[in-house]
């Protein structure tokens, strides 16, 4: 495109300054009205050039045009996937951002969907009871938006430790929730009932129960957990979270939690056996282990 500079004016310079002002730019108001190239159109160019790490100067070329049209894109706006060349603009940084934020790492808040937003994407819809295909449709976003009051206000260099929970936090948050733990196998069905024992050796008057199957619950608990040794097969219609960055675990249990519609939502744990590092062996000690991480997590997850 050719350069549009101080002293254009028509349909192209309102375009420019609409989508300045939307940024925060500051746009003469008779400019504005006459739709001419003015002195303000030109600082409100120049400094969005210098925030956006474009070369310096007033003038609107080509890479000018293109980031200006990148930051105007709101989270929503277009199904972002994996191409090349990357999607790009300030609704994939935003993606990014929120992605974080929830405990899955999109990396960099760069506004690229690349490989790593695409993989976190897809964990955000396992962790939701999606079809985990990396490409955020409409009811990604509005699997997000629900989640607003979650991610909404929160630094955006995370995703964040949690840290311990301590044994008095966790006896407190025992005592206020009512949930039900399960499990699908033997492995599973080890771990959860030492996450029970712990729970009920922490305080004597937990509202963790243990029950043979999900059927099973009481109607005052507010949440089923089903934990599972294996990945979830392609039936599966409920959120799976998997049991592998213990940092970000609690507020991934608190997503699918969270993100669910059902009045008592079912959320799977994966513990995690299927990685690289799993020998095959599983032992007292690793169940212990497990145990312990996870009520922890969940201990975090559900204090409110």
């Not at 400019?31 to 303000?40: I, L, M, V, W």
């Not at 949440?223 to 998997?242: E, F, H, M, Q, R």
């Not at 049991?243 to 507020?251: A, F, Q, R, W, Y």
Request: net charge negative; glycine share 8%.
């Amino acid at each position: 495109m050719d350069p549009i500079s101080e002293g254009a004016s028509g349909a192209a310079v309102e375009d420019i300054q609409d989508r300045l002002a939307a940024l925060g730019y500051d746009i003469d108001a008779d400019e504005k009205s006459r739709q001419y190239f003015g002195k303000s159109t030109g600082t409100a160019v120049a400094r969005f050039r210098l925030d956006h790490d474009l070369s310096l100067g007033q003038e609107v070329d080509t890479s000018t045009w293109a980031t200006l049209v990148d930051e105007g894109y709101h989270m929503g706006d277009r199904t972002l996937y994996l191409r090349l060349p990357n999607f790009h603009g300030a609704d994939v940084r935003q993606l990014q951002k929120c992605l974080n934020i929830l405990g899955f790492s999109a990396g960099a808040e760069d506004g690229y969907y690349g490989v790593h937003t695409e993989a976190a994407v897809k964990q955000f819809q396992e962790n939701i009871g999606a079809l985990p295909d990396g490409m955020a449709f409409p009811d990604t976003f509005d699997a997000i938006e629900r989640l607003h009051h979650v991610w909404a206000g929160k630094p955006a260099s995370g995703p964040h430790p949690q840290g311990e929970m301590g044994f008095a936090r966790a006896a407190n948050v025992l005592e206020s929730v009512h949930l039900a733990i399960t499990a699908e196998d033997p492995i599973s069905r080890n771990v959860a009932g030492r996450v029970w024992n712990l729970a009920s050796a922490t305080n004597e008057k937990s509202g963790l129960d243990i029950v043979d199957s999900p059927d099973n619950h009481d109607d005052a608990d507010q949440a089923i957990l089903v934990v599972a040794s294996t990945s979830p097969d392609a039936n599966t219609k409920v959120p799976n979270v998997l049991m592998d960055d213990v940092d970000t675990l609690p507020m991934r249990i608190r997503t699918a939690y969270e993100s669910s519609k059902e009045k008592v939502p079912v959320i799977r744990i994966e513990l995690p056996l299927s990685g690289h590092d799993y020998n095959g062996t599983f032992t007292i000690a690793d169940a212990q282990t497990f145990a312990v991480m996870l009520l922890d997590a969940i201990c975090q997850a559900f204090d409110e």
